[in-house]
Nanobody, 120 residues
Framework: QVHLIESGGGLVQAGGSLTLSCAAA????????MAWYRRAPGKERELVAT???????NNADSVKGRFTGSRDYAKNTLLLQMNSLKPEDTAVYYC??????????????WGQGTLVTVSS
């Protein structure tokens, strides 16, 4: 089984920056799409950013121009550079990946989450 290990969460003031990392523990699996989701208190889980296996990216409207998703394919690592953070960005951020075992076998993996708190 592939495990996703997240790091980089913490407490920052509004306007500050933070970088989240997500590394896949197993290196032998092929990873398709990776993504960051977040869940704020009292809100549904929200898709924040995606990076496909071909390098295509997409961000939620709420973070466009501020967040940048990227991948280190050799290390099976997903990054999220967060700039100009706002209090409404406060949430638990979850890493997500689609794992490909073979042409007929795929499954989804979720990280445990890392807390980002943005103070005013």
């Amino acid at each position: 089984q592939v495990h996703l290990i997240e790091s980089g969460g913490g407490l920052v003031q509004a306007g500050g920056s933070l970088t989240l990392s997500c590394a896949a523990a197993r290196r032998t699996s092929s990873i398709d799409t990776m993504a960051w989701y977040r869940r704020a208190p009292g809100k549904e889980r929200e898709l924040v950013a995606t990076v496909t296996s071909s390098g295509s990216t997409n961000n939620a409207d709420s973070v466009k121009g501020r967040f940048t998703g990227s991948r280190d394919y050799a290390k099976n690592t997903l990054l999220l550079q967060m700039n100009s953070l706002k209090p409404e960005d406060t949430a638990v951020y979850y890493c997500y990946a689609v794992i490909v075992l073979n042409i007929d076998s795929r499954f989804e993996v979720w990280g445990q989450g890392t807390l980002v708190t943005v103070s005013s």
